[in-house]
């Protein structure tokens, strides 16, 4: 009741207010875009949050992630082609529709079952939220350690189809963290004499490099025909009997979008597939579904978006991202020097109170610059996309120079880019090296500094109960990865690789 | 008409020299101060704060700039090639010489000249209020009998190396354990994981007014003002003194009579009602110490720290 009560003060901010519904209006035309998917969309805004107020550029990025999830389904119900991968499902049931004639009802139903979805999502948030900080002050450095480790064993289930690949792409983001300061001895490591790698490579340029940067690559490489809307529909909400019918598939979105959200690893990808499956199973018209049947829409658009706001339970308490999208936010919060995890309640609750009334304000925002930005969506979304890409290159290199005046950052996000590229063209996951990058000094740091304290007793890992329940959490969640991929090799079964590549 | 504003000029221009300058003309209009923190920092905060102060007394405008960097490898290289003509200081801390040591930058504080310092922050030793660790000896008795967790906010600082040398003339065994930053380590202290923490008393007001967290004993060669019960770890019979000085250093060849108007100035402006006003309340302890002096210190203390760098193998 309290958080409530705080955050709703925040509701006057004008700047929290402001920053809400610009990232929405950013993130529908960013996710409307097929191709740049939400983390996309946040890594572009990334450089231009270091010079703003703290609270005001989280609730930009998070913003931005809430309107790129309706925004994937503009493309996806007029040209068949999802602009961000968690509306693939919308797909289904919105392009037939669109067929029927009735677009303008299926971008309605997927705009107020998106709010639905950020709604539940965000009352899921505060409540999950909060519990956790009670017990901030216990985290002791060993805790710390296996809090990482939780982080890390993350890679075992979002390492599409090669846990191999996974691990490799893992190292590879561990290597880059071991660059700059050492922990304990605060002597240099791998800095090649050069006073620009004394702090380590920052997460943002690699982010921004490997997310942005490598998808213009990939794009400019990619020369085939590209769908144009024709049509021009206009929004249309449901009639009231059918708004009762669609209660039950948003319902079932918004539930099994916070169990996916709040689950690291699963995604929005994997929620609104889920909650299309359920939908149908549970409709009292399964067969209308794949032949334009509306709750085929509502179901998985309210899912992705209750999965933009769970996805934080994770990140706002421990500091784990479970995605792209929340890993570029961790970038936000890190840019201001801000560390999310059990202390951040404590230490920042501001910023907290203050996400929650951008996220509120971004939900009941993107109701209305929804509308009113559908004209300009398909407009940019009929533009040649060698004009946008080098549109959003100009973004990039000016967003990456501001933040230091640094030619040198420039060059380090330019390498992440190629490597990237690469790794995009071997079918390496990208997750797996920004959660060793961002996780890696957190795990080196507590170890070495748990082993100090114990006097190189490695018990203390043990000895320390929310370490030792961390790990046990840890190795469930490998041993049941690893299990799962055993029985599908045994069964022949084709694994469905979701978070492969882009993944919202 | 013209003729007659020219001479006002001309009389607004000797009133304003007169009004400003003290006994000698500083050589330059204009004096540049840089610091490696950014806008806001420790560092910049405490010049902007001093420029204000300073600038009356010496006859000059005094203007702040922010050199970001390398933890100051790029403001030394500014400043080893800079002119020296009295222009341009750069405010340094313990962090200069840490950095020189620590990270082989092209430009050291060997090829800077330290010209006068203005202040020395004590360095306290803090434990939680709800820890059985009365005194500093009773922390030592426990590290004696059995083993001590000590914390230190950084890992190559000066208040690491305070505690190293406190091990050492003890002779007793602990564990010295680094942080990210004096918030990290409060919250070991305060959840029991550390038996000691060390800090500047400014960054530990919150926690002290809060009643959270204890003072053992100061690092200082002498009691503080604001706290004349608390031991100096010197006189408890534990020979340690640690300063962490602030002042200015410059380029290589300051000429005397600069030297002898900062002298003048930092003495003038340290003694200031109005600046003590500032500064005391924020527990900095003015220290000047003159330029042939200050050459020395900073070499000392260059020297003790690379012998305690090399100890602990952190450097070879």
Known sequence: MDTILISAGYLLDYQIVLAALIGVTWGIIGGALPGISPSITMALLLPFTYTMEPTAAIVLLAATYVGAEYGGSVPAILIRTPGTNAAAATVLDGYEMNKQGKAGLALGISLYSGVLGSLFGLTMLVLLSKPLAAVALSFTPPAYFALGILGLSVIATLSGDSLIKGMIAAVLGLMVATIGTDPVTGGTRFTMGSSDLLGGIAPVMVMVGLFAMSELLAQASDRGPSERVKSRPRIEFPSLSLAKRLLRPQSIGGVIGTFEGVMPGAGGTIASFMSYNEARRWSKYPDEFGKGSPEGVAAPETANNAVAETALVPLLSFGIPGSNSTAILLGGFLIHGIVPGPMLFQRSGEIVYGLYAGLFTAAIGLLFIGMALLPLCIWIVNRPRAYLNAFIFALILSGIYSIHNSLFDLSIMLAAGVVGFLMRMLKFPFLPTVLGLVLGYLVESSFRRSLVISGDDYAIFLNDRISLALLCVSALFILGSIGKRIWDRIRHNEQKTFSEGTDG | ?316
Not at chain 2, 6 to 14: F, H, I, R, T
Not at chain 2, 197 to 204: F, H, I, K, S, Y
Not at chain 2, 231 to 240: A, I, K, N, R, S
């Open chain 2, 1 to 316: 008409m013209i003729n007659s504003m020219l001479k006002m000029a001309g009389v607004a221009l000797v009133l304003s020299t007169a009004g400003t300058a003290n006994a000698q003309q500083y050589p330059v209009d204009t004096v540049t101060l840089i610091t490696h923190s950014s806008p806001g920092g420790g560092s910049d905060v405490f010049l902007r704060e001093l420029s204000g102060y300073l600038a009356p007394i010496l006859g000059v405008n005094v203007v702040v700039e922010n050199v970001r960097g390398g933890s100051g490898a790029a403001a030394m290289a500014d400043m080893a090639q800079a002119p020296a003509d009295g222009s341009r200081f750069y405010a340094t801390t313990p962090t200069f010489i840490y950095t020189s040591l620590l990270s082989n930058p092209e430009y050291t504080y060997e090829d800077l000249e330290p010209l006068v310092n203005f202040f020395i922050d004590p360095e306290v030793i803090y434990t939680a209020t709800d820890s059985p660790y009365q005194t500093l000896d009773d922390v030592i008795d426990a590290a004696r009998a059995g083993r001590g967790v000590w914390g230190a906010a950084n890992p190559a600082s000066l208040e690491r190396q305070a505690l190293e040398q406190l091990k050492a003339v003890t002779g007793v065994e602990a564990g010295i354990v680094s942080h990210e930053g004096g918030g990290d380590l409060m919250i070991n202290v305060l959840n029991g994981t550390l038996d000691i923490g060390v800090g500047e008393v400014q960054e530990l007001q919150g926690q002290l007014e809060a009643g959270e967290i204890r003072l053992l004993a100061t690092f200082s060669d002498a009691r503080l003002d604001l706290f004349p019960d608390l031991p100096t770890v010197q006189e408890l019979g534990y020979d340690v003194v640690v300063r962490k000085f602030r002042g200015l250093a410059g380029p290589q060849g300051i000429p005397d009579d600069v030297v002898a108007a900062w002298e003048a100035a930092v003495q003038q402006v340290l003694a200031s009602p109005e600046y003590r006003a500032v500064y005391e309340p924020n527990n900095l302890r003015a220290a000047f110490i003159p330029h042939d002096e200050y050459v020395e210190f900073i070499d000392n203390f260059a020297t003790e720290t690379a012998t305690f760098l090399r100890e602990t193998g952190v450097i070879e």
